[in-house]
């Protein structure tokens, strides 16, 4: 259980990371996918989605 743990934390962090680059290329907010805007609501709630609503509702996603 703890090797779960560190592994959803490590995860966790690489996202957060990830999304602090977004954020310092410019990037952050768009969709990785297709490059629409996230949605405010969405980034209030992640704020290290790299997805729009639509996109993350798509397996491909």
Do not use: F, H, N, W
Not at 1 to 8: C, F, G, H
Not at 10 to 38: N, P, W
């Amino acid at each position: 259980m703890l090797s779960e743990l560190q592994e959803r934390d490590a995860r966790r962090v690489r996202e957060l990371v990830d999304a602090l680059r977004r954020l310092d290329r410019g990037e952050y907010g768009r969709c990785t996918t297709c490059g629409a805007s996230i949605e405010d609501v969405r980034l209030d709630l992640m704020p290290d989605t790299k997805a729009c609503a639509a996109c993350a509702s798509t397996p491909s996603a």
